[in-house]
């Protein structure tokens, strides 16, 4: 989604600025622009479609700054235009935005503002417009944003720069901002991705903080416009993020990446040798709860799907998972007894954050399960269960999706070590995960071919029963993202309840069967699906093969697993044929259309 970079320096920071936003590039965007002051004037350039094309247009114009700000939009009020895209200038004053202003019609109306003076249809202009009424009004752009913030619902991430000063102001609610100190030069990002390398130190802002970003100095103020400390961290740059080295997407370093994250993942939670989970230290204790209540949105919501049906069938707790952006709004009971668990890659989802905040309203100990430490999510909640997958950059979640699987993982085995039986078995299997999946790499050329015969498909289906059930959605949701294909998920039991109804010759079924408890099941599924006429993919592992051969037109044998481990390995399948067929196809893999990284509006 949106993005923020803004940087004032002793030199021209325009290289900076740029890879600032490229950084941001796999948040998904539809255009750009930036604005910087010179000889007390506004320069901008802005554009739609790539930032190489605001880079054109920047080099053509010879723009050059040391006090800039700059913006990558994903359309919400208006849609993706030259005239929609940010900064808004305005008299005095020039404004980047991220999130969503949810009362800015009656904010029109309550400030007399002439329609004609806003050429956009978004939000934000109507903001940039308010804000130069109060800077004249009280020629002191802290307290005008003191004053401006008073006035917004909905939430907001704003750097502003100001005629007359040599600052950039920035100040915000519900959306993320990091401030970035270096040696001759200050910074702000909404991620900590897009302040420039050679930063020293970063400062997380917190919410309804504004600040004022000068070359040498940062002040920070709160809602009342107090001067405050922020605490500062040490700068880490995620080197290595940037660069697809001999791979042709971020998706597919992404994919291939995975034997390493899983790893790092379950080798910083479990000992092999003592066979242990260690869990950060926490004062939570499992034993102290009945129910577990599980949110997330899209893949991470699968993640908690199948964590559901382990918990279930490991542990004596009572298991809810919801959708985010339905739990946000349910009336549902939350008995004290209960521990919520968010998950989230990003850390910055919206509906997520705000279940996170319900569950804090009702006073019940918070989990989150991450992957971007220090994300407002992370910051929030209790504890922090961090996946270790690494900067994830294709919009398609790959890595980070296993890395929570893995984490929940642990954490069911923890909660049986904590009630003293942790299931050997699954403890061990886990361990074995990184050799199924270097095989299931290594044979990527089978998921190529599979792909192929999908290209041509209108409509494709994945079916699966037990914990291949989430990983049947997150297929058909992994297909729909990057090859805008028309796919959909089931659970393989559902079919005859309506599905059935779309089946006919030649329609792709891709069907989940680890030889399992399930596995007679879904042969009398897939025949009901023969029997329309539908194409049968299957994948299985050897016994499965042996006993579904006759009913498939296309095998594909993975590593055995078992009801632990099956969830982790048969996502790499549902991944590479999803991005082989994209290749196929000739989409945007990395930022497809309509889609971002981080969902920080509602
Ligand atoms: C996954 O491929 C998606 N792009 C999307 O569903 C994502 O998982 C969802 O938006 C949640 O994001 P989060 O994990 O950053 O909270």
């Not at 539809?30 to 479609?49: M, P, Q, T, V, Y």
């Not at 993919?537 to 099956?566: R, V």
Request: hydrophobic content about 40%.
């Amino acid at each position: 989604m949106c993005g923020i970079v803004g940087i004032v320096g002793r030199k021209n920071c325009i290289k900076e600025i740029i890879s600032g936003l490229y950084a941001l590039e796999y948040r998904g965007y539809d255009s750009s622009g930036l604005a910087l002051i010179k000889n007390n004037k506004f320069e901008f350039s802005k554009n739609i479609g790539k930032i190489s094309n605001l880079e054109k247009g920047v080099k053509k114009n010879k723009l050059s700054g040391n006090i800039v700000i700059a913006h990558t939009r994903w359309a919400t009020h208006g849609r993706p235009s030259i005239n929609n895209s940010h900064p808004f200038i305005k008299q005095n004053c020039a404004l980047v935005h991220n999130g969503i202003i949810e009362n800015y019609e009656d904010l029109i109306k309550y400030h007399s503002i002439n329609k004609k003076n806003l050429k956009s249809d978004t939000d934000s202009e109507v903001i940039a417009e308010i804000y130069n009424k109060l800077l004249n009004h009280f020629n002191n752009p802290i307290e005008a944003i003191k004053s401006l913030n008073k006035k917004i619902l909905g939430s907001f991430s704003f750097a502003f720069l100001v005629l007359g000063t040599k600052s950039i102001y920035v100040s915000r609610r519900g959306s993320p901002l990091v401030l970035g100190l270096g040696d001759d030069f200050n910074s702000v990002s909404s991620d900590a991705l897009g302040l420039p390398d050679n930063t020293k130190e970063i400062i997380y802002l917190e919410e309804n903080d504004i600040a004022q970003i000068n070359e040498s100095t940062i002040s920070v103020f709160d809602h009342n416009s107090k001067s405050i400390k922020r605490e500062r961290h040490k700068f880490i740059p995620k080197k290595g993020f940037k660069i697809k080295g001999n791979y042709k997407h971020f998706m597919e370093k992404e994919i291939f990446h995975q034997p390493i994250s899983i790893e790092d993942t379950i080798l910083n939670f479990a000992d092999k040798k003592r066979k242990t989970v260690y869990l950060p230290k926490t004062n939570i204790k499992f034993n102290d709860f009945s129910n577990i209540i599980l949110i997330a949105c899209g893949t991470a919501y699968h993640s908690c799907m199948v964590a559901k049906y382990w918990l279930e069938a490991m542990t004596n707790l009572n298991v809810s998972i919801d959708i985010a952006s339905e739990y946000r709004y349910r009336k549902s009971k939350i008995s004290k007894r209960s521990l919520g668990v968010v998950v989230s890659q990003s850390g910055e989802t919206m509906d997520t954050l705000k279940c996170l905040k319900k569950f804090k309203q009702k006073k019940i100990p918070t989990i989150s399960i991450v992957n971007v430490l220090n994300s407002s999510i992370s910051r929030l909640s209790d504890f922090i269960l961090p996946t270790l997958a690494g900067p994830e950059i294709g919009v398609a979640s790959t890595k980070a999706f296993t890395s929570q699987l893995s984490v929940l993982a642990l954490f069911v085995l923890n909660i049986q070590q904590e009630n003293g039986a942790i299931n050997k078995l699954y403890f061990n299997s886990i361990f074995k995960i990184h050799d199924s999946i270097n095989k299931i790499l290594k044979k990527n050329d089978d998921y190529k071919k599979i792909a192929q015969t999908l290209a041509d498909t209108k409509s494709i289906f994945y079916i699966g029963r037990g914990v291949m059930y989430p990983i049947a959605l997150e297929g058909a949701l992994k297909l729909k993202e990057i090859t805008y294909k028309h796919c959909e998920g089931y659970a393989a039991g559902e079919l005859k309840h309506g599905p059935l109804a779309l089946i006919e010759k030649n329609i792709p079924v891709i069907v989940l069967a680890p030889s399992d408890e399930n596995f007679l099941k879904l042969l009398s599924n897939i025949q009901e699906v023969k029997a329309r006429g539908g194409r049968i993919i299957m994948i299985t592992d050897k016994d499965g093969a042996k006993k579904a051969k006759k009913f498939c037109d296309h095998i594909i044998i993975i590593p055995k697993t078992n009801f632990f481990t099956s969830p982790i390995i048969y996502s790499l399948p549902i991944q590479l044929i999803a991005y082989y067929l994209a290749i196929f196809i000739g989409t945007d893999v990395d930022q497809p259309r309509n889609l971002a990284k981080s969902v920080t509006v509602e």
